[in-house]
T-cell receptor, first 114, second 110 residues
């Protein structure tokens, strides 16, 4: 079974530039999560989708971050404009249904904002 | 008080020994608990989940849960150098959100 796929794996941009990350969850997983992990910290949830619906986006900085999950499969997370403090690893995870199930992570995108 | 607390380590154990990793949590209503392993530069990998008080064993790994004490632990028997990684404890919050600790770095030396 294929795991969670993310691209790109690495991204270096200058501050104020836009950036987008893409995620394809495990086949059949209805729930998709975007996390941000800073160095030396655990992942922190940005947004959770149940199918196409964003059911928890309370931690998403909505002034510059946006996300979408069209057709309830792939998802895109965007930052515009990026700031220096956005440098982190952005992780996508998926689970069969809801927060009650085990979550499986993709390889992540390491973002460096200069 | 952090919602999920772990000692950052490093915890150093000799090859073949038992490594004991601990985690405490603040939300008494938490029902699901997970241990993830994260190698340097890699993403978290799920290794254990536990939902009921007591022990759950899977190969060399044993997860222990004590809800009354709000404590969950992971034991790794016969530790190998390949077990050297950061171990993240994660607790499902009563809002369904998964809250992660900062992780404990384990070093297994030959």
């Amino acid at each position: 079974e294929a795991g969670v796929v993310q691209s790109p794996r690495y991204k270096i941009i200058e501050k104020k530039q836009p950036v987008a990350f893409w995620c394809n969850p495990i086949s059949g997983h209805n729930t998709l999560y975007w996390y941000r992990q800073n160095l030396g910290q655990g992942p922190e949830l940005l947004i959770r989708y149940e199918n196409e619906e964003a059911v928890d986006d309370s931690q998403l900085p909505k002034d510059r971050f946006s996300a979408e999950r069209l057709k309830g499969v792939d998802s895109t997370l965007k930052i515009q404009p990026a700031e220096l403090g956005d440098s982190a690893v952005y992780l996508c995870a998926s689970s069969p249904a809801g927060g009650y199930h085990e979550q499986y992570f993709g390889p992540g995108t390491r973002l460096t904002v200069t | 008080q952090k919602e999920v607390e772990q000692n950052s380590g490093p915890l150093s154990v000799p090859e073949g020994a038992i490594a004991s990793l601990n985690c405490t949590y603040s939300d008494r209503g938490s029902q699901s608990f997970f241990w993830y392993r994260q190698y340097s530069g890699k993403s978290p990998e799920l290794i254990m989940s536990i939902y009921s008080n007591g022990d759950k064993e899977d190969g060399r790994f044993t997860a222990q849960l004590n809800k009354a004490s709000q404590y969950v632990s992971l034991l790794i028997r016969d530790s190998q150098p390949s077990d050297s990684a950061t171990y993240l404890c994660a607790v499902r919050h009563n809002t369904d959100k998964l809250i992660f600790g900062t992780g404990t770095r384990l070093q297994v030396f030959p």
